[in-house]
């Protein structure tokens, strides 16, 4: 499944321009969105996805109709020189086969990892 994710959250203190330095993260939200195609295909195929509490679940039609799933912060740090994130968030996307009304959640909530990929 295709994915974006943009990641809003609330620093401990200012970004500083210091390259050894990363600000912690104190809370927030991260936003992840499927890809052109995947909202539709998914009911075609018998398939519901949504955000395990305490993630959230929406829809949006901006050009093509797409599910979102929202998840709080619960930690990470961020920096601008050089550029850097590791966001920690709670929450899982779960899936139900609605042909036979069996689920994947992957085991319930969960806490996972975000990183920024390398920029050159």
Not at 14 to 32: H, W
Not at 40 to 55: D, E, I, Q
Not at 81 to 92: C, I, N, T, Y
């Amino acid at each position: 499944m295709v994915l974006a994710a943009t990641t809003t959250a609330l620093l401990a203190s200012a970004v500083t321009a210091d390259a050894s330095s990363l600000t912690p993260l104190k809370g927030g939200t991260t936003t992840v969105m499927t890809g052109p195609g995947i909202a539709t295909t998914l009911p075609k195929n018998r398939l519901f996805a949504y955000a395990v509490t305490p993630g959230r679940t929406g829809v949006t039609n901006n050009q093509d109709l797409a599910l979102t799933f929202a998840f709080p912060v619960i930690g990470g740090k961020v920096g601008i020189k050089p550029l850097a994130e590791q966001v920690r968030h709670k929450g899982s996307t779960a899936f139900v086969n609605l042909a036979n009304a069996i689920g994947e959640d992957g085991g319930g909530v969960h806490c996972f990892t975000q990183q920024l990929p390398k920029v050159v």
